[in-house]
């Protein structure tokens, strides 16, 4: 099964930019979906990007500012984030969900395998 595991959060100034990684181990990204989620406390886990076989997915609060791309290896994922803002500040985590397995991989009801997530903080 895969694993995965989110790095490169830190704390970075509005307006700034940012790229987390998502490295799997364990397995390749090839029969799964992936996704890029985050979450504030006390909110649930809000879906932002989704690959898989369709193509790349954004959820409106991501579109314009965050592109999610892949490594040659297909055993790393990435998520560049533009822009940043305040309300940006988040623990961000990514997911996965074998493919044919799922019907929006912007749910995070929908993925079944989670990493343990990477601090985002923006200051103002």
Not at 27 to 48: I, K, M, N, S
Not at 74 to 101: H, Q, S, W
Request: charged share 25%.
């Amino acid at each position: 099964e895969v694993q995965l595991v989110e790095s490169g959060g830190k704390l970075v100034q509005a307006g700034e930019s940012l790229r987390l990684s998502c490295a799997a181990s364990g397995d390749t990204f090839d029969d799964y979906a992936v996704g890029w989620f985050r979450q504030v406390p006390g909110e649930g886990r809000q879906g932002l990007s989704c690959l898989s076989t369709s193509g790349f997915d954004y959820s409106d609060s991501a579109k314009g500012r965050f592109t999610m791309s892949m490594n040659n290896a297909r055993n790393t994922v990435f998520l560049e984030m533009r822009r940043l803002k305040p309300e940006d500040t988040a623990v961000y985590y990514c997911a996965t969900v074998i493919e044919g397995k799922y019907n929006d991989g912007l749910q995070s009801n929908e993925m079944e395998r989670w990493g343990k997530g990477t601090q985002v903080n923006v200051s103002s």
